[in-house]
């Protein structure tokens, strides 16, 4: 039979219930909790097998809920045909017997504590339900939709637009994710893709401030077409950002694209005054810095290129604006000396008009910037030289100093 432990009784006669055990002790430390882990917490239970005495630690932890976190489907249904609330609570955090194990993806427990009574809302002491768990695991929508499906038999009404103590909701966890197909699945749900957070961000913004997925982007507004939800894409967060001021940010040039055609306000627009380029501003490696420039100048020309075809107007503060960031990313001299160069240089101002006459060297300079952008934002960062950047730093002036001419030829502003 084994070692069995019994509990300690106060003078009443009743179990005392404060104390702390091994399987308390199981739960601590910064160890990543392994299958291993399951087979011990199972092994421990065979040793307090008291399902009627639910030991607590300091820390508000039972026994019971150990079981929801380590899958003892077999010790949690005892503890429930012995009358334990299914909904109680871990002290001071306040997660529920549910979310532990959604947390850690326990299907059977889960079920098992929703057909017994299980709130399928209750949110801990950050705002985190059960459903916004479901949607940290970028698993294709696996978890989450195995708990709407449990909930559905019920007859359980599932909060999906319940917001967290940061105003997240589900939908802004499967966006901050990736996650496509849960994202498809929420909006379905009727999850308001307008919905900000407590810093004032839609679901899109936070699609804008991703680095690698265009194609979530794309799935956003055709899922929300379908569902005849209007996206509001000039939402400004609490820092006045909208989701195009984002994606420059962020060189997302596809995104930029598409928030145009959805209707991004260009009249509004300020061009931000910093550039992120997916590395450190002074990368260690010569060669990287190298690339890493090449990157940000291409990327600001096609950036520029989109603006200006879309009726984007760049005065002398814009482009002033543009060629600043750059300076402040090292690609050009000191950012003193960028009014004088960008204005004055009567060389540059020769070369700048020679490329406009010539409508086929601007274009192959334009497929050799999309090109070299392409190129540098794939995993590819060996190859560029020296030369390479300066070529590139200098054509980027003639672009820039190009589309203020133009500007000012075409009635667009300019100082």
């Known amino acids: 039979?084994?070692?069995?432990?019994?509990?300690?009784?106060?003078?009443?006669?009743?179990?005392?219930?404060?104390?702390?055990?091994?399987?308390?002790?199981?739960?601590?430390?910064?160890?990543?909790?392994?299958?291993?882990?399951n087979h011990t917490a199972r092994d421990l239970f065979n040793v307090y097998d008291r399902f009627d005495v639910n030991y607590i630690d300091e820390f508000g932890l039972t026994h019971f809920h150990v079981a929801c976190r380590y899958g003892c489907e077999d010790v949690v249904e005892k503890f429930l045909e012995l009358g334990q609330d299914p909904n109680?609570?871990?002290?001071?955090?306040?997660?529920?017997?549910?979310?532990?194990?959604?947390n850690?993806?326990?299907?059977?427990?889960?079920?098992?504590?929703?057909?017994?009574?299980?709130?399928?809302?209750?949110?801990?002491?950050?705002?985190?339900?059960?459903?916004?768990?479901?949607?940290?695991?970028?698993?294709?929508?696996?978890?989450?939709?195995?708990?709407?499906?449990?909930?559905?038999?019920?007859?359980?009404q599932v909060q999906v637009n319940f917001q967290d103590k940061f105003g997240n909701t589900p939908l802004h966890f499967a966006v901050h994710y990736d996650d496509e197909e849960t994202v498809k699945f929420?909006?379905?749900?009727?999850?308001?893709?307008?919905?900000?957070?407590?810093?004032?961000?839609?679901?899109?913004?936070?699609?804008c401030h991703s680095q690698n997925n265009d194609d979530l982007?794309?799935?956003f507004f055709k899922m929300n077409e379908e569902l005849n939800q209007l996206v509001q894409v000039n939402a400004a967060d609490n820092y006045g950002r909208t989701p195009l001021q984002l994606a420059v940010f962020y060189l997302r040039l596809d995104i930029i694209d598409l928030l145009i055609k959805k209707g991004a306000d260009l009249s509004s627009f300020v061009f931000p005054t910093d550039i992120y380029c997916g590395q450190k501003i002074e990368p260690p490696e010569h060669r990287r810095r190298i690339n890493y420039k090449l990157r940000l100048a291409s990327g600001v020309v096609l950036i520029v290129e989109r603006l200006k075809k879309s009726g984007y107007g760049l005065d002398r503060g814009n482009i002033l604006t543009i060629m600043n960031l750059i300076a402040k990313h090292g690609l050009f001299e000191k950012s003193a000396f960028v009014e004088r160069r960008l204005f004055v240089d009567v060389e540059l101002a020769t070369e700048a008009k020679k490329l406009m006459e010539e409508g086929s060297r601007r274009e192959i300079y334009k497929a050799w910037t999309f090109r070299t952008h392409r190129y540098l934002s794939s995993n590819a960062h060996t190859s560029a030289t020296a030369g390479t950047g300066r070529t590139c730093s200098r054509l980027l002036y003639i672009h820039i100093h190009t589309t203020y001419t133009c500007s000012r030829r075409?009635?667009?502003g300019g100082g």
């Open 104 to 156: 850690w993806r326990h299907k059977q427990v889960a079920e098992l504590l929703l057909r017994r009574g299980a709130d399928p809302n209750l949110p801990n002491v950050n705002g985190l339900t059960p459903l916004h768990v479901t949607c940290q695991t970028n698993d294709g929508g696996d978890l989450m939709k195995f708990f709407f499906n449990i909930n559905d038999k019920l007859n359980h």
């Open 217 to 219: 982007a794309r799935l």
């Open 88 to 102: 109680l609570l871990v002290l001071k955090i306040n997660d529920s017997p549910l979310l532990l194990a959604l």
């Open 186 to 207: 929420l909006l379905r749900r009727g999850a308001d893709p307008n919905r900000r957070n407590a810093v004032r961000s839609t679901p899109l913004h936070l699609i």
């Open 1 to 37: 039979m084994g070692y069995k432990d019994e509990p300690d009784f106060n003078n009443e006669g009743k179990p005392i219930l404060r104390r702390t055990t091994p399987l308390h002790l199981m739960t601590r430390g910064d160890l990543p909790k392994t299958h291993a882990d």
């Open 410 to 412: 075409c009635g667009g």
